[in-house]
């Protein structure tokens, strides 16, 4: 713009600029005439990068065998399937002990086996979870154990995610020492594992955005007030992947452990999973 009126101020036409600046009327119609350059500016950018976006959508739009839509919806049902099919719950297992080279997508499970030929109840975990209340729920169940043992064993299954790890295992620990104090033996096994969680959005980053666009507007308000004209600042083009998977939820592993106490020894779990024990005679192999 300093390079027009610098130009604008030589021979004839600067003359005639000059005169024309100094009534309100030649001013007005110099603030209309850079209001309107400025939004033709601003309609030329967003043709372009529309223009620029449908070229490289269509690419990913023919990979995916439908259009941007189409392709959320298959991704909010599969994500919706995950969800249903592998609830943080004894249900699912698949260990990542064994092969720690292998990414398990499963929530630890060890009731599932152990529920044909064990009493397995399950207690989740969570960070408002009373330990107190937990410890005594567990003890209640593993206190019971008969001289001739049942035909199903007791089993207590602990389970919550890394967050927490430290208030399951301050459970267990709290459970064990009091079954020692009683002259008791104890057994624990521990299990690894992944679960897929939907990754939430913070509101302080949502309220930082709203304010930086406020704050935005209202500074494009004044420049246009001021009728000093400028140019557009450069916008960052996103790549077409993240222009493809813009909008869409953002999917985790979150890492959870599980932990089964019992006042026998359970051989299944032994042969698979890590074995704790006060007990003084070997095992068996």
């Not at 620990?173 to 939430?200: A, S, T």
Request: overall charge positive; charged content about 35%.
């Amino acid at each position: 713009m300093s390079r027009t009126k610098a130009a604008a101020r030589k021979g004839p036409a600067g003359r005639a600029y000059r005169e024309n600046m100094k009534t309100p009327e030649g001013r007005q119609r110099n603030q209309e005439n850079q209001k309107r350059n400025k939004e033709e500016r601003k309609a030329a950018k967003a043709a372009k990068r529309a223009q620029h976006h449908a070229e490289t959508s269509a690419p990913l739009q023919r990979l995916a065998g439908g259009s941007k839509e189409d392709a959320g919806k298959k991704r909010s049902a599969v994500i919706k399937e995950i969800g249903e099919s592998m609830p943080l719950d004894s249900a699912n297992v698949r260990s990542t002990t064994n092969n720690p080279s292998t990414s398990s997508t499963d929530a630890p499970k060890m009731g599932t086996e152990l529920e044909k030929t064990h009493d397995v109840t399950s207690m989740s975990i969570i960070s408002s979870s009373h330990i107190q209340q937990k410890v005594t729920r567990a003890l209640d169940i593993l206190s019971e154990y008969p001289t001739i043992p049942p035909a199903k064993p007791k089993v207590v299954m602990l389970y919550s995610k890394a967050a927490v790890a430290s208030k399951m295992i301050s459970v267990a620990e709290i459970v064990k020492r009091e079954i020692v104090k009683n002259g008791g033996k104890w057994f624990q096994y521990n299990k690894l594992g992944q679960v897929m969680e939907e990754k939430r959005h913070k509101e302080g980053d949502a309220k930082k955005e709203k304010g930086a666009g406020a704050d935005r507007s209202l500074a494009e308000n004044e420049d246009e007030d001021a009728g000093h004209e400028s140019e557009g600042g450069f916008e960052t083009m996103k790549t077409p992947f993240e222009r493809a998977i813009e909008g869409k939820p953002k999917i985790r592993a979150i890492p959870v452990m599980a932990l089964c106490l019992s006042r026998v020894r359970i051989d299944s779990l032994r042969k698979d999973h890590t074995e704790q024990t006060n007990g003084l005679e070997l095992p068996k192999r």
